[in-house]
């Protein structure tokens, strides 16, 4: 079960430990196929799962004053949840939502629990984890503010090649926080990489 290639994690666990950690996660839990349109997390609802995702692709949504605003995508090698939710046993704040036929592994809490009450060094893998996701959260929040819609859709298409081409228009433009027509504009700019 490989990791994302395209995550770019601060390895401060070596490959080995790392891979020791991530296999025994995901040998605890069951495979799933989710459908497109299919919501594994609701907002609202208790979490009771993390995900790691075979194939497909996923968006995290909230919805201010029903608007619907994307937060992100999660494709083949991610981890997905609402870690907040999921860690504490809160309602989540957001829905995660198959974008394709999604393939994952599904890993209970209560045998996520099992395993760090079974290795401590196990909870200092899952900050690790949640520290790379929180950073990443930090540097999208950062280009937000900093970078062009243009810069970001193009990174996107850098990063996540193959995958951005399975996210819908309006998702995309949803994501970067402009409207679909402008979106279509970016992409004339950019007829090579569609």
Known sequence: MPINPNNRFDRSFSEDVFQTYFRELIAKGEAKTVPAGECIV???S???YLYYVK???F???RFPEDKEVILGFTFKGDLDTSP???LYGHPSRETIQAITDCEVIRISKRDFDAIAQKNPDFRS???YLLANYVETLVNR???FKAETAEFRYLQLLREQPQEAKSIPLQ?????LGITKERLSRIRKKHPDLI
């Open 141 to 143: 929040f950062v280009e």
């Open 46 to 48: 208790v979490c009771s």
């Open 171 to 175: 998702d995309l433009a949803s994501y």
């Open 59 to 61: 968006k995290a949504i």
């Open 55 to 57: 194939s497909g692709a």
């Open 42 to 44: 609701t907002e609202g």
């Open 125 to 127: 893998f899952m900050v």
């Open 84 to 86: 907040y939710a999921f």
